[in-house]
Nanobody, 123 residues
Framework: QVQLVESGGGLVQAGGSLRLSCAAS????????MGWFRQAPGKEHEFVAA????????YITDSVKGRFTISRDNTKNTVYLQMNRLKPEDTAVYYCAASRSRLSRRNYDYDYWGQGTQVTVPS
C-alpha cells in the first residue's frame, strides 16, 4: 500500500509560481508512474501531468504546457509539479496519484491517490 501526501499549495497572485510536492511512502513507489490531476469547483477531474518511474517520459496537458513541469526524485520518493505563470483558471485542488501499471492521462489507471492540496490564484 502506497501513501501519498501532497504539499506546497496556497494562495498566489496571477503570474506567480508554486511548487507542489508529493511524498510517497510504503510499497515500491519509486517503480510507479506518477501523475498530477486537478479539480476545480464545479468541474470534472482533469489530468495535468505524469511521469514514468525513470523520468524517461512525461505527459503534460496542453493548457499548462510551457508553464508547468513535472519531475521526480526517487531517492526522496517525491514527485514535484513546478507551476509558473499561474493563472486564475489554474485554481483547483491538485491531487497526486501513483500507477503500478503505466504512464497514463486517465485517472482510472492510477491505483493510489493523495488527499489533495489547494491552489488558489485570484482573478
Amino acid at each position: 500500500q502506497v501513501q501519498l501526501v501532497e504539499s506546497g499549495g496556497g494562495l498566489v497572485q496571477a503570474g506567480g509560481s508554486l511548487r507542489l510536492s508529493c511524498a510517497a511512502s510504503g510499497g515500491t513507489s519509486s517503480n510507479y508512474a506518477m501523475g498530477w490531476f486537478r479539480q476545480a469547483p464545479g468541474k470534472e477531474h482533469e489530468f495535468v501531468a505524469a511521469i514514468t518511474w525513470s523520468s524517461s517520459m512525461a505527459y503534460i496537458t496542453d493548457s499548462v504546457k510551457g508553464r508547468f513541469t513535472i519531475s521526480r526524485d526517487n531517492t526522496k520518493n517525491t514527485v514535484y509539479l513546478q507551476m509558473n505563470r499561474l493563472k486564475p483558471e489554474d485554481t483547483a485542488v491538485y491531487y497526486c496519484a501513483a500507477s503500478r501499471s503505466r504512464l497514463s492521462r486517465r485517472n482510472y489507471d492510477y491505483d493510489y491517490w493523495g488527499q489533495g492540496t489547494q491552489v488558489t490564484v485570484p482573478s
